[in-house]
């Protein structure tokens, strides 16, 4: 699938003026989110933004964001649509660097939308985020052959793919319920307002203590 249809031009567009992170991995934590959460309106996804501490996101990129959290719920929800889903990755007329960068980016971002749902994993779905962070931990230099060419990244990406998928089966509640934003008044104080007071953050949930232990900085 080329960019244009895929929609990656489409977010390099409406993310040109943000760069804390890549667009790989900011849709890969709306689709972390998605997996257990309903779509959220665009003063929500500004308040997640936040308190993730990132800055504002563009007008367009929030409008962007929101409504493709809305298909992809939409997407998940249905069995036979979401074995269509796919990560937002460049196409193949990039170089494989690039998208294997994509993919670690993406696979990142997913874990960390999925960790802040506060969900409970099953066994093997703690499985899945063990070896997502597999992907999520590759190093790889530029000048660098990623072993296995070709045929290796496809057989990571269709399995990073199918984790959605998989997690997108539970059911799913508002995001303003997550411990994240949950109880925060409209003047409630950010992580990073906290933080500059000396105060200490909130814990981050469970899920992702499993993940750094499977991925160390």
């Given at each position: 699938?080329?960019d244009n249809?895929?929609?990656?031009?489409?977010?390099l567009?409406a993310?040109?003026?943000?760069?804390?992170?890549?667009?790989s991995?900011?849709?890969?934590?709306?689709?972390?989110?998605?997996t257990a959460?309903?779509?959220?309106d665009?003063?929500?996804?500004?308040k997640?933004?936040?308190e993730?501490?990132?800055a504002?996101?563009?007008?367009?990129?929030?409008?962007?964001?929101?409504e493709?959290?809305?298909d992809?719920?939409?997407?998940?929800?249905?069995?036979?649509?979401a074995?269509?889903?796919m990560?937002?990755?460049?196409?193949?007329?990039?170089?494989?660097?690039?998208r294997v960068?994509?993919?670690?980016q993406?696979?990142?971002g997913?874990m960390?939308?999925?960790?802040?749902?506060?969900?409970?994993?099953?066994?093997?779905?703690n499985?899945?985020?063990?070896?997502?962070?597999?992907i999520?931990?590759i190093?790889?230099?530029?000048e660098e052959?990623?072993?296995?060419?070709?045929?290796?990244?496809?057989?990571?990406?269709e399995?990073?793919?199918?984790?959605?998928v998989?997690?997108a089966?539970?059911?799913?509640?508002?995001?303003?319920?997550?411990?994240?934003i949950?109880?925060?008044?409209i003047?409630a104080?950010?992580?990073?307002?906290?933080?500059a007071e000396g105060k200490?953050?909130k814990?981050?949930?469970?899920?992702?203590?499993?993940?750094?232990?499977?991925n160390?900085?």
């Open positions: 699938m080329n249809i895929s929609g990656w031009n489409t977010w567009t993310f040109d003026d943000w760069t804390d992170v890549s667009i991995e900011v849709h890969g934590l709306m689709t972390g989110l998605m959460c309903n779509a959220p665009e003063a929500t996804w500004a997640v933004f936040e993730l501490s990132f504002p996101l563009p007008e367009a990129a929030l409008t962007l964001l929101t493709e959290a809305e992809t719920v939409f997407q998940l929800k249905d069995k036979d649509d074995y269509a889903y990560p937002l990755i460049p196409d193949d007329e990039h170089g494989l660097y690039e960068m994509a993919l670690k993406w696979s990142n997913f960390t939308g999925f960790g802040i749902t506060d969900c409970n994993l099953s066994s093997e779905e499985e899945m985020l063990s070896d997502l962070a597999k999520g931990g190093r790889l230099e530029e052959d990623f072993e296995g060419g070709e045929e290796s990244y496809l057989y990571i990406y399995f990073a793919r199918m984790v959605p998989s997690f089966t539970r059911k799913r509640k508002p995001v303003k319920d997550i411990a994240l949950a109880g925060l008044s003047n104080k950010t992580t990073k307002e906290l933080q200490l953050p814990p981050m949930p469970p899920v992702l203590d499993v993940m750094n232990q499977n160390p900085s």
